[in-house]
């Protein structure tokens, strides 16, 4: 059974973060010469696609994992993500009507995206702050490696495989 946090913390690092986190398939595409510098900035999802649809931001898209759970891969309309050149990311979104936040590092070599998710923040109490109980560290932090693919200096794709099915987001440089 999944919690409030939980789920957020899945929607949040499997979602609105796919921007960063990858898995598998895509290609080189226009990649600014695999420069890990290309992808410094901040990003905002655009779509999802998974299980043969796509929908633009905000969205959900409903499919069976391996397991034959049902459940879904979502986006917000302010789902963004901070690649800033120290290797920290910050990551900003909405799930459930609740907003969060999750912070960690990045790096990435040629086509390989790596992310480590090491804290998480979720505004439980509706406030538009962060409090001390609303921050949960990530112990272990999440890590996740995966392929990226560079669309153009403005937008990128990013295919993550969520319980064996492939997701890709598409964002846009802001």
């Known amino acids: 059974m999944y919690t409030r946090q939980t789920r957020f913390a899945a929607a949040t690092a499997a979602a609105s973060l796919v921007l960063a986190l990858a898995g598998c398939g895509g290609g080189s595409g226009n990649d600014g010469g695999n420069d890990p510098a290309s992808l410094v900035g901040s990003w905002r999802a655009e779509t999802i696609s998974a299980a043969g649809a796509t929908v633009a931001c905000p969205g959900s898209i409903p499919f069976t994992d391996n397991d ?17 050149s120290d290797g920290t990311l910050l990551g900003n979104g909405s799930r459930f009507g609740t907003r969060g936040r999750v912070r960690g590092t990045w790096s990435r070599s040629g086509d390989t995206l790596t992310t480590t998710i090491t804290e998480l923040a979720i505004d439980v109490n509706g406030n538009g702050a962060f409090e001390a109980d609303e921050i949960f560290p990530q112990n272990p932090p999440q890590t996740t490696t995966g392929r990226i693919e560079v669309l153009d200096s403005r937008h990128l794709t990013v295919h993550n495989t969520e319980d064996g099915t492939d997701v890709r987001t598409t964002s846009r440089r802001l």
Not at 68 to 84: A, E, I
């Open 68 to 84: 034959g759970v049902s459940t879904d891969v979502s986006c917000g309309s302010d789902d963004t993500l901070q690649f800033n």
